[in-house]
């Protein structure tokens, strides 16, 4: 498979044939979103998806997904809400009340509200109160206490489920929207005030109900409803009667999440589009205002479930999976990158893992492991050609898990004989056995009590050793023989400190291990002598990916602003290289990446080279060539090859990148001839999901 | 010449004047801020150019402020004295008048007064005169008695003459005036009677003076509506002595002299002084500004609803009570010349007054820029600026262009917008040629007969203009019924309302022929059907059925078909020669051009005669059938209407003159077409609606062929 041509001393000589597999989502399909709160307070997003995922997105740290929790096939999330300024809470289907440690990145508690399933919930303007709306028709509220929440009265019963609810910004009132009709409710007596009867009415024929998907109550007594009809109603809460009625989609339209200034609001409908309404002036320069619907989104192909309203940007989400960010021009001062759309599709972590020497990929999904053998092929071919595959690739294990709960993560050993996976509650560790075409798997029995649960999974480059970073912030190094395990040593947490540890990277000659939670800054530790080594020096942004290099030791580290270090173990400081890119800057076009780099690797005779990839591109990042400047062009197609030499050297920089594979969600180097790439194509995600509301393109 | 500007009011809050008005105004030690004392308990300090106070101070219920606040210019604080004997010294940060510092005095405070460069000074009742430091130093010293008994203090002014403080001040007892000159440095008092000459029975109603080298120029107004002056000198001769002055008339009959209201005098320079009070016959007030050296009215302005009869004047501004409300009017003052003062000077605009342009140039920042971006580029531009003005010569092209419009004739305009424009385009450019064209269309409604419209087709292709900028011009150019002018701005301008684009079409339907032919129109839209319409006879019909994918023979028309057919001949001559002439087409084609809305469009459609209707469906019709000739759907040409804007037009055209359309016998063949092709495109539409299935299967097919299946190994070359 030589593809060598001109240029024996160029770097373009490894030319390797690329291997593709694509792999496909398991039978449960990709994981609808729910619905998201926003944080202004720390500029969080939190996201639930149908699977009971929660995620944290940092906004501030380049829109990165810093957190997440596991989903539960018995916990459907219906509402989620901050309160008490960082507290995150969620409530769903199983009648439960959840807080999420974000610290320790479990749950701290879940806590059955008796009310039957919950539709809905929302923290009081203080932010020390819960609210939740039950199918049984009950509006219960919850005390916030330091460490808990406590119930403390129902309100006046209604007679059908409460599916959404909104706080008066003063605290005195809520409204509820139920099927058919919204309630006023007093927060101090927790009666009814008004009930305010929803047209059933759509488009002259009268459905069979009209749901009150949510509401929104403004400061000047206006309750905003949107409803199955189609509709966005304005109500006057003194009076109970409607005030003004906008029908805006054919379909439901599902979601309402007004500002905090209360001069807009945005809505989604099931068609997928969102609007905006905006409180303007009913002539230039008059004081009266009115509520216009100014602008329609179409970012989703699917039912918008959900939307949020940051200062500067609107925020949906839906059945499509995709996390759409839409800037609002007229609040954004600079006009730079964080102007632009943003959305939000691919998990931002790695979730395969490779076995260089059996050639296996190990892929991760919500309830299972797929575990796959490359093909081969003995055919040559020149740069482009697809080659006729001699052996296709192999399925060779589908692993379920046990119980409901989700895969947290998940590695392939590099000899290909181990598999180790976490769910949030047991830790499991099998050993493979090849023998021609059969595999025997053999379940590694009693795990200790410290590997209940594990953030993340990582394997020797001997595949003699494993390490396991557990939620409680330790870090264990398990000795592998044969078909046993020892428990080797635990590196317990500087004390005080119970962040988990998130992502771990071990050198390949297995003496020092690199582990980075998802704050405080990366810790080196010296495997051989069981101690820290080093930290490296705290940067403000999240890391995204790390590796060791090969014989040199250095840790290059990427953070979610797209900034790249390389960091001497050996030496513990920056190298040389790193201080000449940080001083030098890299090139605009890099930083205005909008995807991570979620993978990092190294070839092993070529040292001045670093592999990295995002969803959308893989770069090699050749250390020998003069960095980009702005001026020069960053995606440099290859040159072509009839250019002479000097050319090609001129335009050459240390940036290589290509876009041929995208979305990418993983690339790794199996040999030094062989890159194996894992594409996820859109429309096979698209395909699984429901059919979206059919709309006619041509006709009358 | 001296002219007074548009007045503003600067508190709206009504001030607690009382019957005599406010008790001063005074400077503060910022320019642009003065200090108002109104007659009960408050000072107020305000921000001129900003309309607005930033700060204001009372006394507390019951005490009553007697003298108005004054800015010690030394030390920045402000001055005031209450109940006669309390002087309070404060300044900005202070909140209560109550906490700051109080001196109370032995005698009765007339006046604190305070200018540039000095300290203040302090007048009291009995007309001894104190430094303030001095006073300060022992507030209780005591005060000698200067004037004699009832003998009152009626006005005081403070000079510094060659760095030394003068201080005159006018007292009157009996009916009799006395005027004290104090040097404050040399600590002489004179004491001068002042004559009033013929008229004995007049009472001096205000004075004012004013100051040079050796005199000081008092001027008195009498109650006999006169101006008088009085020249004291500064050093008397015979200091000791008591000696008097005669005073000379300088303005007569300036106001009317049984004013119910009161009258002021303020001298605004060595030549000026403003005169407050109702003229001879009006009854109303006025503010008037005469010149005293050639004794001529400059300006004046009315004061509809009276005014305290008090004015003060410092800086440029002029402040009174009108109303109820402090009002400021902005006074300029020219060197004047005799031509100027005799109105002969040539300038009716004067060349040191900047004109306020009404537009705005949106390519050069204005002043509250966006922030930070901005800034640097603003500061770019303003260098660029400076350099270009000091570059030009004095008077800029633009000033000239705008006096030449005024003016001259159309053809020296002519020569001079194309001077202007042929230069490079300057920052400004979009303001003048907006004044520009507001100069001309100005002169164009004074002047019936002038009308310079190679100038006005000039300035519309600058594209800088647009409708609201100038109104008027395509008012003009409708009742002219200029058609290539209207052409021009259709095409041009991006905001023209849906009534006058109505009124255009009404003149391009309703022009004749023959006036058409005179017209200079622009035929970029219209391709000239004429040329090829004789051979695509034949195939247009075929071409159209396959189009449409739909055969009209097939179709079980009615016996409208029926009665078509009778007479193909003749559909097929209508359908293939243009049922306009060439030009009006063109012009036609500027209004499927130009945005609409259908709701402001539509009334006024109604209002088009039904001939012209029918007229222009058959253009549009024909247009249509010309879009269906070829594959792409379009019309030939450079810029010719689109199929939507065609189909959008016969649309609104139906939708509003249906009921009068289909009553006119010669609109039916028309109207069966229309018909006709509305069933087409029906049909047009439920085939495609059947073959959307077959496409998104075909699509299907399509995307796995470059699908590259579940596993493929490809080479690719790396660097």
């Known amino acids: ?700 | 010449m001296a002219a007074l500007e548009e007045e503003f009011t600067l508190s709206s809050v009504v001030l607690s004047a009382g019957p005599e008005g406010l008790l001063g105004v005074e400077q503060s030690d910022k320019t642009d801020q003065f200090l108002v004392t109104d007659s009960g308990r408050t000072v107020i300090l305000y921000k001129v150019s900003d309309q607005k106070p930033l700060g204001s101070w009372s006394v507390k219920q019951g005490q009553i402020i007697t003298c108005p606040a004054v800015c010690n210019f030394q030390t920045g604080e402000y001055v005031v004295v209450h109940d006669n004997k309390v002087l309070r010294i404060w300044n900005n940060e202070d909140v209560n008048l109550d906490k700051v510092f109080k001196a109370t005095l032995s005698a009765e405070v007339y006046r604190i007064l305070s200018v540039q460069g000095t300290e203040p000074l302090v007048l009291f009742k009995e007309g001894a005169v104190r430094g303030l430091e001095a006073l300060l130093a022992d507030p209780q010293q005591k005060i000698e008695t200067v004037i004699s008994d009832e003998e009152v203090i009626k006005w005081t002014k403070f000079f510094v003459v060659f760095r030394h403080p003068v201080l005159i001040f006018i007292t009157e007892k009996h009916g009799n005036y006395f005027a004290y000159v104090q040097m404050f440095n040399s600590r002489i008092l004179t004491k001068y009677t002042l004559l009033l000459g013929q008229d004995e029975n007049s009472v001096i109603k205000s004075f004012t003076a004013s100051v040079d080298r050796k005199f000081i120029s008092l001027m008195s107004l009498s109650s006999d509506g006169c101006i008088y002056e009085t020249l004291i000198p500064i050093r008397p001769a015979d200091p000791g002595k008591n000696q008097s002055l005669v005073k000379s008339l300088l303005l007569k009959a300036v106001v009317s002299g049984n004013a119910r209201n009161g009258v002021a005098l303020t001298a605004l320079d060595q030549d000026h002084v403003a005169v407050l009070g109702s003229p001879l016959a009006a009854s109303k007030e006025c503010l008037s500004v005469w010149n005293i050296k050639f004794q001529t009215l400059q300006t004046s302005k009315e004061l509809p609803q009276g005014t305290s009869g008090q004015l003060w004047y410092y800086g440029e501004h002029l402040f009174m009570l009108h109303g109820k409300s402090l009002t400021v009017i902005p006074y300029k003052c020219e060197v004047s010349s005799l031509a100027g003062a005799l109105g002969k000077l040539k300038h009716s605009q004067d060349p040191g007054t900047h004109v306020v342009s009404h537009f705005v140039n949106w390519e050069t920042p204005q002043g509250c820029g966006l922030g930070f971006q901005n800034s640097e580029q603003s500061r770019r531009i303003l260098r660029r600026r400076k350099i270009e003005v000091s570059l030009q010569p004095e008077v800029p092209p633009s000033k000239q262009l705008l006096s030449t419009i005024m003016k001259d004739s159309e053809k020296h305009i002519e020569v001079e917008v194309r001077k202007f424009l042929a230069l490079k385009q300057t920052p400004d450019f979009h303001t003048v040629i907006g004044d520009t064209v507001t100069g001309l269309l100005e002169r164009c409604k004074a002047e019936p007969s002038f009308y310079p419209r190679n100038c006005l087709m000039q300035l519309i292709q600058t594209h800088v203009l647009s409708y609201s900028l100038c109104p008027d011009l395509m008012e003009i150019a409708l009742k002219k019924k200029d058609v290539q002018l209207l052409q021009l701005c259709l095409q041009q301008f991006p905001d023209i309302p849906e009534s006058v684009t109505c009124a255009c079409l009404k003149i391009f339907l309703s022009i004749g022929d023959d006036s058409l032919q005179e017209t200079d129109v622009n035929m970029e839209s219209v391709f000239d059907y004429s040329i090829n319409s004789v051979h695509d006879e034949k195939m247009e019909e075929q071409t159209e059925i396959l189009q449409n994918g739909f055969n009209p023979e097939e179709d079980k028309c009615n016996n409208c078909d029926q009665e078509l057919n009778k007479k193909p001949q003749d559909e097929t001559k209508e359908s293939t020669s243009c049922p306009v002439v060439q030009k009006r087409a063109a012009l036609l084609n500027a209004i499927l051009h130009s945005a609409y809305s259908e709701t402001f469009l539509l009334p006024h459609l109604k209002d088009i005669p039904a001939q012209h209707i029918t007229l222009f469906l058959k253009y549009l019709y024909f247009l249509y059938l010309k879009c269906s000739e070829n594959a792409t759907m379009t019309l030939p040409g450079i810029h010719p209407p689109t199929l939507n804007q065609i189909m959008d037009w016969i649309c609104l055209l139906l939708d509003a003159n249906f009921t009068v359309v289909v009553m006119m016998p010669e609109a039916k063949r028309l109207l069966i077409n229309l018909y006709k092709l509305v069933k087409s495109q029906i049909s047009v539409y439920s085939e495609l609606n059947k073959i959307e299935v077959s496409f998104r299967e075909l699509q299907k097919l399509n995307q796995e062929k470059n699908n590259r299946g579940l596993y493929s190994i490809e080479v690719l070359e790396l660097f």
């Open chain 1, 1 to 700: 498979r030589s593809t060598s041509g001109a240029e024996p001393e160029s770097a373009r000589a490894r030319g390797a044939g690329a291997e593709r597999g694509e792999h496909r989502e398991g039978e449960r399909g990709a994981a609808g979103i729910r619905c998201v709160a926003y944080n202004n307070q720390s500029n969080r997003l939190a996201v639930s998806r149908t699977d009971g995922t929660v995620e944290i997105y940092n906004l501030s740290a380049n829109y990165f997904q810093e957190k997440f929790f596991p989903g539960h096939e018995s916990r459907a999330t219906e509402a989620l809400c901050w309160a008490e300024g960082q507290r995150l809470f969620s409530a769903g289907l199983n009648g439960e009340i959840m807080e999420y440690d974000l610290q320790a990145l479990n749950i701290k508690y879940a806590m059955d509200a008796f009310g039957g399933p919950i539709w809905s919930m929302a923290a009081s303007p203080s932010g020390s109160q819960l609210l939740v709306g039950c199918e049984d028709g009950s509006v219960k509220l919850f005390q916030i206490t330091p460490d808990k929440i406590q119930f403390e009265r129902n309100f006046d019963r209604q007679k059908s489920r409460i599916l959404s609810l909104s706080w008066h910004p003063s605290g005195t009132h809520i409204a509820a929207g139920s099927i058919d009709y919204i309630s006023v409710f007093d927060v101090k007596s927790g009666s009814a005030v008004h009930k305010m009867i929803v047209d059933r009415q759509y488009m002259g024929v009268s459905k069979r109900k009209c749901i009150v998907w949510g509401v929104a109550f403004l400061s000047d007594g206006t309750i905003i409803s949107v409803d199955s009809a189609g509709k966005v109603q304005f109500w006057d809460s003194a009076t109970g009667t409607l005030v003004k009625s906008h029908l805006i989609a054919n379909a439901d339209v599902q979601s309402i999440a007004v500002a905090d200034q209360e001069d807009s609001f945005v809505v989604g409908t099931a068609e997928g589009t969102v609007f905006h309404f905006q409180l303007v002036p009913v002539t230039s320069n008059s004081s009266e205002k009115q509520w216009v619907r100014t602008k329609p989104f179409q970012h989703h192909t699917h039912d918008v479930r959900t939307v949020a309203h940051s200062p500067t940007a609107l925020i949906s989400g839906g059945t499509d999976t995709h996390l759409v960010f839409r800037p609002l021009m007229e609040k954004v001062q600079v006009k730079n990158y964080d102007a632009a759309l943003r959305k939000i599709t691919f998990p931002h972590r790695c979730l395969i893992s490779c076995s260089k020497k059996r050639q296996l990929l190990l892929f991760q999904f919500a309830h299972h492991l797929e575990l796959w053998r490359l093909g081969s092929t003995v055919a040559t071919g020149k740069n482009g050609d697809t080659l006729p595959l001699s052996k296709n690739a192999d399925h060779l294990l589908h692993l379920k898990t046990k119980g409901p709960e989700n895969i947290i993560c998940s590695c392939i050993s590099p000899c290909g004989s181990w598999i180790a996976y976490s769910t949030v509650s047991r830790f499991f560790l099998y050993r493979l056995n090849y023998e021609h075409d059969n595999i025997s798997l053999k379940r590694v029995s009693k795990m200790p009590a410290f590997l209940r649960s594990a953030l993340q999974i990582l394997f020797s480059e001997d595949s003699t050793k494993l390490f396991v970073a557990s939620n409680q912030g330790a870090l264990h190094i398990v000795q592998l023989s044969g078909g046993s395990f020892k428990h080797l040593h635990a590196f317990q947490p500087q004390s005080g400190t119970v962040e988990a540890m998130c992502l771990l990277a071990v050198s390949p000659d297995g003496n020092w291990l690199a582990a980075s939670g998802t704050s405080a800054g990366v810790h080196v530790y010296n495997v051989k002598q069981l101690k820290l080594h080093c930290t490296v020096p705290a940067y403000n942004f999240p890391v995204t990916a790390m590796a060791i290099a090969p014989n040199t030791n250095n840790l290059v580290i990427a953070h979610s602003d797209q900034q790249v270090f390389e960091y001497s173990i050996p030496d513990k400081q920056y190298t040389d290289w790193s201080r000449t890119v940080q001083k030098q800057g890299f090139h605009h076009l890099w930083l205005q990446r909008d995807t991570p780099i979620t993978h990092i690797s190294f070839h092993p005779k070529r040292p001045m080279h670093i592999l990295l990839h995002d969803a959308y591109m893989f770069c090699i990042i050749d250390k020998s060539l003069p960095l980009p400047n702005d001026k020069t062009l960053l995606y440099n197609p290859f040159p072509p090859t009839n250019e002479s030499d000097v050319v090609r050297r001129r335009t050459a920089h240390a940036f290589k990148i290509s876009k041929i594979y995208k979305p990418l969600l993983f690339m790794d180097l199996l040999d030094e001839r062989t890159l194996v790439a894992v594409e996820r194509p859109l429309d096979d995600i698209i395909a699984q999901l429901p059919p979206p509301i059919k709309k006619k393109k041509f006709g009358t």
